[in-house]
Nanobody
Framework: QETLTESGGGLVQPGDSLVLSCVLS????????MAWFRQAPGKEREFLAA????????YVSPSARGRFTITLNDGKDAAYLRVNSLKPEDTAVYFC???????????????WGRGTQVTVPS
C-alpha cells in the first residue's frame, strides 16, 4: 500500500497564504486520485479538493472554491494545496489521501497521511 507524507503546515498569520505538500510513495493499480481533507477540533473531517492523477481534472468543494487550489507535480506523485487569505477558522489538521477516483467522500480513499497542523491565530 502506498504511503502519503504531508508537509508545509505551521503557524501562519491571518491573511497569509500557505502551500501544503503531499508526497505519494508510489502508485498502485488503483491509485487514480489524490485529495485534501481537514479536521478542526471537535468537528468532522471535511473534504476540500481532489485531483485526478491521469488527466489532472480537479474537484473543489463549493465551500473551498476561491481560496483553495489543488495542483499536481509533473511526476504525478505529489499534490499541493494552496490556501489564500487564511482565516482563524482554517485552523485544522490537513490530511492528504489517495484513492481510485476523484471524490468528495472520504470512504473512497484507501490511503491517508498522518496530517499536518495549520494554525491561524485570531
Amino acid at each position: 500500500q502506498e504511503t502519503l507524507t504531508e508537509s508545509g503546515g505551521g503557524l501562519v498569520q491571518p491573511g497569509d497564504s500557505l502551500v501544503l505538500s503531499c508526497v505519494l510513495s508510489h502508485r498502485t493499480v488503483n491509485t487514480y486520485a489524490m485529495a485534501w481533507f481537514r479536521q478542526a477540533p471537535g468537528k468532522e473531517r471535511e473534504f476540500l479538493a481532489a485531483i485526478g492523477l491521469n488527466a489532472g481534472g480537479t474537484y473543489v468543494s463549493p465551500s473551498a472554491r476561491g481560496r483553495f487550489t489543488i495542483t499536481l507535480n509533473d511526476g504525478k506523485d505529489a499534490a499541493y494545496l494552496r490556501v489564500n487569505s487564511l482565516k482563524p477558522e482554517d485552523t485544522a489538521v490537513y490530511f492528504c489521501a489517495s484513492g481510485s477516483a476523484v471524490s468528495a467522500t472520504a470512504e473512497h480513499y484507501d490511503s491517508w497521511g498522518r496530517g499536518t497542523q495549520v494554525t491561524v491565530p485570531s
